[in-house]
């Protein structure tokens, strides 16, 4: 498992290196000049005198070489700088924006989860039934339906019905709110406002659903397939010969040997979801991530850009890597 870590804290390293230099070489050659916001889009005689400073001081003005060398050194020594869109420190930006998505991504798997979960067991168990074959035609049209389009759908049917699911939190209760982790649900049960838990809860419902649907139903495919051969296997077999209970079987022999892969199968899907998570809240116009890469590309804020893919790259190589070692954890057999 050591030798594991290491291969994998060194392959990590180079892969986010090389990210930083590729985002830094794509930005660089996108239209747009950071320059030109820096200064506030000056206008005039003295706006070229106004731009080559903002130049200077963003040091565009050296050769491409000593950009990329210079960014990388004080982009991994923790010197982020600061914004260009917002004008504050890049690392206050991505943290506030990491949490409002984190808080978006884990409700939607607490949702996704047990439910794929279930309906897998549950198509297992009526395999071959018209439930069954209801579930999978379900399942196939859910996965392929653009998120964007189902989020704009959704939008409107709760628009029609009187259900608020725009934004994040109520304007009037922004000055009220005390942030204490930054996960409104949280902070609102930690300062006893019950009022404002079920303004935050009710808008984050609908976008949870949309980004729950692919893992639900990914997952509930898997499970209804690799569960309905576990009923053949010749352990389970002999299990219902000695007489032991159906849910017995089903929870101590058969389910039993899918979880592992079941997590891994949630890893992977965490990383799809987490793309999908920045159109949603686009849709949703909520805070997060989207928001800060739209507004960074609009105003060619390549060094926010390039912090918030390097986050992205970072937390998705640790999901990938921990849900792997907890598939060894469960399942012994697995080598990784």
Known sequence: MIRYYVKRALMGSALIVGILMVTYLLVYIAPGDPAHVWAGKPRGPRATEAIELARKELGLDQPLHIQIATFMARFLTGDWGVSIAFKQPIINVILKSFKATAELLLFSYAIAIPLGLVLGIFMALRRGSKADLLLKLTSSMFISIPRFWLALIVVLVFYFIGFQSLGRLDPRYSLELREVTGFYLLDSLLILRPDIFLDVLTRLIAPSLIIAVYPVFSIAKYVRYNLSERFY????????????????????????????????????????????????????MREGVGRVLVEGMLRSDYPLIIATLFIVSLILLVVNTAADILQKRLDPRVTI
């Open 233 to 284: 296997e010749d352990y389970v077999i002999e299990a219902v010969s000695l007489g032991i209970s159906r849910g017995s079987v089903l929870a101590r022999y058969a389910l039993r040997g899918i979880i592992p892969a079941v997590v891994q199968l949630a890893g992977i899907n965490f990383v799809y979801s987490f793309v999908e998570t920045t159109i949603v809240e686009l849709v949703f």
